[in-house]
């Protein structure tokens, strides 16, 4: 049997992408550039691993000029992960939102709340209306973060300089998920396996009843 997308080399595995069987080469090279690949493929799953393995420390971390000290990172550790599930979710739920997508939607929004540390609130958008979609969506997280603290406290804990360095972790850890393929994931897969609960629900949703 020949590869169903090179029509040359012999197809041995089956892609859920293209729902047919293809070559290992045409896997590694198309994987994330032309194929939309499924987050529970074995074949990418591997891949992920070995990029992570592969892959070298940068020089020097993104938006260096600010410090998230591992003490912030355990105070806010609820913050920050609640901030990552929201990501999380609206990635399931848009199939069609990529690593880049996330990553250029926290870049916009570190670079929109370090204009409040001058007293100027100039805000930066990204583009496409997906991102900006996700964009107002961590917006009104934070919003309501800081409703829910209010209720609790009669003032809001979590501050605009937390919610700069939560974005810049997060930001950072997208980062360092970065495969270079245009429809890389790997960042979502890493907040699937983060967030295992999330999926599971996701599945059951699927369920029909009666079958």
Partial sequence: MKCSLCKQRTAKRHCP??????????????REVSLDCPL????????????MERAEPPKEPPYAAHQVPDEFLREKEPFIGSMALTLLRYSLANPGVWDADLRAVLDALVRTYETLSSGLLYETLPEGPLRISLYRELQKFV??????EEKKAAFSLTQDGDVLRSLVFLGRLAQAHNNQRPRGRSFVAFLRRTFPEVVARQSRSLIIPGR
């Fill in 143 to 148: 919003e309501e973060w800081r409703e829910e």
């Fill in 17 to 30: 992408s293209v729902r047919k069987y293809i070559c290992a080469i045409c896997c590694g090279t198309e």
């Fill in 40 to 51: 529970d493929c074995v074949y990418l799953q591997e891949a992920y691993r070995h990029e």
